[in-house]
């Protein structure tokens, strides 16, 4: 598996978002805000069903619950402010029932989109935004969140590392590029 990037820049953050809302199919705007959200791996994100995220009653639930396919780890996910501003302005678009996909399948609503449209969709909304340099793919929305998360919201790297369910905080600098950054920071500061 190649290694891939997390999206740095907030402004590029933004634009996607932007210019995915303003697309015909919400199903791309509410895919990428819950992928840089949630920080689910793509597999996990892909299976969410519509009875994982909304009550009997239409209401948003506060918190998803997702037994992880990799490590079969049930894990308890806070659907945030962005993230369920995102799935009301799904559901105002889209009429779905219960046992429903959250990202249908184009051709086959009974299933969920591919990883490989995934990673199609990904790499087109960032090329339309000018992100060129380095490689992105499914895993870009998980580590994206990793990445903003310590980079631009001080969040300790102990709890990104809880949050991504790694091991060990090297294996968390090291997955979402911390490391290279800072030291590239530093060398920029210390100029003798």
């Known amino acids: 598996m190649k290694v891939v990037e997390p999206i740095r820049n907030p402004k590029k953050l933004a634009q996607i978002k932007s210019m995915l809302k303003g697309e015909e199919n919400p199903r791309n705007y509410l895919l990428f805000s819950l992928g840089i959200n949630?920080?689910?791996?793509?597999?996990?994100?892909?299976?969410?069903?519509?009875?994982?995220?909304?009550r009997d009653d239409k209401t948003i639930k506060d918190f998803l619950f997702v037994?992880?396919?990799?490590?079969?780890?049930?894990?308890?996910?806070?659907?945030?402010?962005?993230?369920?501003?995102?799935?009301?302005?799904y559901f105002s678009k889209v009429q779905a029932k219960p046992d429903d996909y959250l990202f249908p399948s184009p051709r086959d609503?009974?299933?969920p989109l591919s990883r490989v449209q995934a990673y199609r969709l990904i790499n087109q909304?960032?090329?339309?935004?000018?992100?060129t340099e380095g490689r992105y793919g499914t895993h870009t929305l998980r580590k994206t969140w990793g990445y903003q998360a310590?980079?631009?919201?001080?969040?300790?790297?102990?709890?990104?590392?809880?949050?991504?369910?790694?091991?060990s905080p090297a294996v968390t600098k090291r997955y979402i590029g911390i490391t290279d950054d800072e030291i590239e920071d530093v060398e920029d500061e210390v100029v003798l």
């Open 38 to 54: 949630f920080a689910l791996r793509v597999q996990d994100l892909l299976g969410l069903r519509v009875r994982d995220v909304l």
């Open 67 to 89: 037994r992880e396919r990799k490590r079969g780890r049930q894990r308890r996910i806070k659907i945030n402010a962005r993230a369920r501003e995102a799935l009301e302005y």
């Open 109 to 111: 609503r009974n299933r």
């Open 125 to 131: 909304w960032v090329d339309a935004v000018g992100l």
């Open 150 to 167: 310590r980079k631009h919201h001080g969040v300790p790297i102990e709890l990104i590392m809880e949050k991504l369910g790694h091991e």
